[in-house]
């Protein structure tokens, strides 16, 4: 499957909903959408790109924005497929796939807590990985393990 | 009422606790509580140079340490644009391969002991101990390795390797025949695990779960085939499967595959002594070995352009399809590392192979599933 396929087969369904379909190495592709258009993506990557199997969901910290990622694999195509979608800092949320693949319950529940991403009707939002009424989001770049130091850099001099 | 089976109970082997629903003797829901053993390994990633990170890879599963270390590798090299050498690339498999026999054996140990079986147990560690031997010959270690890097892996094989190896593949290959009449000739093993945890492969899909437990429910999914990394498209192997889905073919599934992984040792066994070569790959850039380098009396950091660029990799780990995202921004640590372990996954569905048996079935069922709480938590 070649990303230009993808998006051939998404983009009347989808609209503006599907921002970008780029290739990425060892992948089908990754299909940039917007936050909106989630759940309608996920079903139509499920049902007909036939990815069945949603291995990992995903949150990187941009500071600027955050972006939620889901890696899905077909069983028929043997291969993996990368969805991602940027949602502001100030309100980071995104609807939830547990719907569409139920295993993304835990998966978001870690990028929950870790990241700070709430997922929009989540049966079960709740901390896994840190105890209960952990008030931090670890994973993100605000959280510092330490306060660098202060590093003189300096040029050699040849 | 809601008992917990754990973190401290014969059943876990590891620290987390099952929260179980029951009525009577029978399960009506359950709840794991994770995260006992969260050491921030993703975070901690973060302020770390490459290399350096495959030193927690060998923390994350304490029992296949070396799987994680070739999944992390194996994503670093494609964000950071390096190719390792053809002999370092078997070398990972040799690693990967014993890696998967000294796991499942430590799996089988374990297994048969939740049973109440005492013998297998002893017979299953001492022969992980061969392989353990073997690791210790090589990486100076048997646990923690730290021998795979960026590029390639640290050191080559002893001299004498192969011979002591094939030494240990044949004592295998003799042993696997006992450990199934133990288990499989044992009327109270089957009449103990037949029909238990049963999880067909359409749930076992949209649940996440992978490696041995869905392939005991008849499919075929096995990325060393279906998606082949390092030497494994140049390897010949069978993936087993088994049908029944329950967790007798979850042990047959494991059984076979250990035979399998015996076959690829002797195949790069084989090649490794007709193909010498470097293990390292030539001209890696410097900032790999050494980001801050003494210059006279003082520390400097190496100003270097690094490339961009993101990298995704995926194995075949012991217990299913583990995952690596690596982001690289162009600084000197990765700005994102995510892991997916299939444990995880596998855990996470664990509500629907547990509810409908009995109190007394969940240490069975949980043995089946090969639970290491290292790589769950991270």
Redesign the interface.
């Known amino acids: 499957m070649e990303p230009n396929d993808i998006a051939r087969q998404l983009a009347p369904k989808l609209g503006a909903g599907l921002v970008a379909v780029e290739p990425?190495?060892?992948?089908a592709g990754r299909i940039r959408f917007r936050p909106e258009a989630a759940l309608e993506l996920f079903r139509a990557v499920r049902d007909e790109l036939n990815f069945?199997?949603?291995?990992?969901v995903?949150a990187?910290?941009w500071v600027d924005h955050r972006e939620v990622?889901y890696?899905v694999?077909s069983?028929d195509a043997?291969?993996?497929l990368?969805l991602s979608t940027d949602v502001p800092a100030d309100k980071p949320h995104v609807e939830s796939a547990s719907s569409i693949?139920?295993?993304a319950?835990?998966?978001e529940r870690e990028a929950w807590e870790?990241v700070g991403v709430t997922f929009d009707h989540h049966p079960d939002l709740r901390?896994?990985?840190?105890?209960d009424g952990y008030a931090f989001h670890?994973?993100l770049r605000s959280?510092k393990?330490h306060e660098p130091e202060e590093?003189e850099?300096?040029?050699?001099r040849v | 009422m809601w008992i917990n089976m754990g973190p401290q109970h014969p059943m876990t082997h590891g620290l987390w606790n099952l929260r179980v629903k029951i009525d009577g003797e029978m399960i009506l829901d359950v709840d794991p509580e994770m995260g006992y053993l969260h050491r921030g390994i993703e975070k901690i990633s973060e302020d770390r140079h490459y290399n350096e990170v495959i030193t927690l890879m060998d923390r994350c599963c304490y029992v296949a340490g070396f799987a994680w270390e070739h999944l992390y590798i194996l994503s670093a090299e494609e964000a950071l644009g390096v190719h390792p050498p053809e002999r370092a690339e078997y070398l990972r498999v040799l690693c990967e391969e014993f890696q998967r026999i000294g796991s499942h054996l430590m799996w089988y140990a374990a297994f048969v002991q939740d049973l109440g079986l005492m013998s297998p147990f002893l017979y299953g560690m001492r022969d992980r101990d061969l392989v353990l031997d073997l690791f210790q010959s090589y990486t100076g270690a048997r646990m923690t390795y730290e021998y795979m890097r960026v590029g390639g892996v640290r050191n080559d094989l002893p001299p004498g390797f192969s011979d002591q190896a094939r030494k240990v593949l044949d004592w295998l290959d003799a042993r696997f025949p006992e450990y199934d009449q133990l288990c499989l000739g044992s009327t109270i093993f089957r009449r103990r695990c037949d029909d238990l945890g049963v999880l067909k492969a359409r749930d076992c899909v949209a649940h996440g779960v992978t490696g041995p437990m869905l392939r005991s429910a008849g499919m075929k999914r096995d990325l060393r085939k279906d998606r082949p990394y390092s030497a494994y498209d140049r390897l010949e192997f069978d993936v087993a499967v088994a049908e029944a889905a329950d967790v007798t073919a979850r042990y047959l599934v494991r059984m076979e595959e250990m035979r399998q992984s015996v076959r690829i040792l002797r195949q790069v066994v084989d090649w490794l002594d007709h193909h010498p070569g470097p293990v390292l790959a030539d001209h890696l850039p410097r900032w790999l070995g050494a980001p801050y380098a003494p210059i006279g009396n003082e520390g400097y950091l190496l100003k270097r352009n690094y490339p961009k660029g993101v990298g995704l990799s995926a194995i075949e780990e012991p217990h299913g399809e583990a995952l690596a995202y690596v982001v690289n921004d162009g600084g000197e640590h990765p700005y994102r590392v995510k892991f997916r372990s299939p444990v995880f996954a596998n855990i996470s569905a664990s509500r629907q192979y547990l509810v409908g048996y009995h109190v007394a079935d969940i240490p069975p069922i949980m043995g089946s599933v090969d639970v290491c709480v290292g790589e769950v938590d991270r």
């Open positions: 990425l190495p060892g992948t069945g199997h949603l291995s990992t995903g990187i910290d990622f890696v694999w069983d043997k291969q993996y990368f693949w139920p295993s319950n835990w998966h870790m901390h896994l990985l840190m105890p670890p994973l959280f393990l590093l850099v300096k040029t050699r």
